[in-house]
């Protein structure tokens, strides 16, 4: 089972940016399909981003694409989601996940995952 502890949530105001990390244990990171989720009160849990094995396979939620960047440091065994132009429909606590996995599978999905982070708490004010 992997490991993932996320960190960078916080309170910031509308059109701000926030940076979101999630630190991965195991020594196979670099096979790991990524994935960021968020919930916010009340809602399904959603897909926000993704990023596949290669470098430019990178998959976003249309809600927060051209604002939202997931990248990847394979040498820190971190993934990161960059938050720009942030809106108060953002406000949700984020979840970092992990497909170990090597099987095609549609990495939007959440059920798709086998390991999850605690979440961290993003919220949006006006």
């Known amino acids: 089972q992997v490991q993932l502890v996320e960190s960078g949530g916080g309170l910031v105001q509308a059109g701000g940016s926030l940076r979101l990390s999630c630190a991965a244990s195991?020594?196979?990171?670099?096979?790991?399909?990524m994935g960021w989720f968020r919930q916010a009160l009340g809602k399904e849990r959603e897909f926000v981003a993704a990023?596949?094995?290669?470098?430019?396979?990178?998959y976003y939620a249309d809600s927060v694409k051209g604002r939202f960047t997931i990248s990847r440091d394979n040498a820190k065994n971190t993934v990161y989601l960059q938050m720009n132009s942030l809106k108060p429909e953002d406000t949700a606590v984020y979840y970092c996940?992990?497909?170990?996995?090597?099987?095609?599978?549609?990495?939007?999905?959440?059920?798709?995952?086998?390991?999850w982070g605690q979440g961290t708490q993003v919220t949006v004010s006006s």
């Open positions: 990023h596949s094995w290669s470098a430019g396979s990178t």
């Open positions: 996940a992990a497909i170990i996995k090597t099987i095609a599978i549609d990495i939007t999905r959440a059920g798709g995952y086998d390991s």
């Open positions: 195991g020594r196979t990171f670099s096979t790991y399909r």
